[in-house]
């Protein structure tokens, strides 16, 4: 089997805002994330947004594109069972860079679009 994740990272975003995009307000602190959707505010100014299973309203480019306007969001999707993983970062409503890696297919299949960082090549 394996595991479906998907996280959203919100720079400069406070969390309540950020859960109310997911229609979520913020209750009690916990350190379980078993509810389909869960919001952690990291201490370096991230609001960090976690859906399990990994999933987003379709089409997702248009909803990525909305709720990236004004913001920058770093998106991260795993699907453990098919060997699939994604990271992608938007901005003002634009994809800015994307990495994704399909394992079923082959284990050297990587594929990217975009402004990747440097630091990306010097790894």
Sequence with gaps: MG????????RGYGIKEAAALFGREIGDPSEIFEAPVNAY???KNWAIIILDPCSFPNPPQQ???????????????????????????WRDGRNIWKVWHSGDKTVRDLHVTGDLPASFEAR
């Design 63 to 89: 909803y990525l594109a909305a709720i990236s306007q004004e913001r920058e969001i770093v998106i991260a999707h795993v699907e453990e069972h098919v060997m699939f993983a994604r990271a992608e970062l």
């Design 41 to 43: 505010a990291s201490e």
């Design 3 to 10: 595991f479906s994740i998907s996280w959203l990272g919100f």
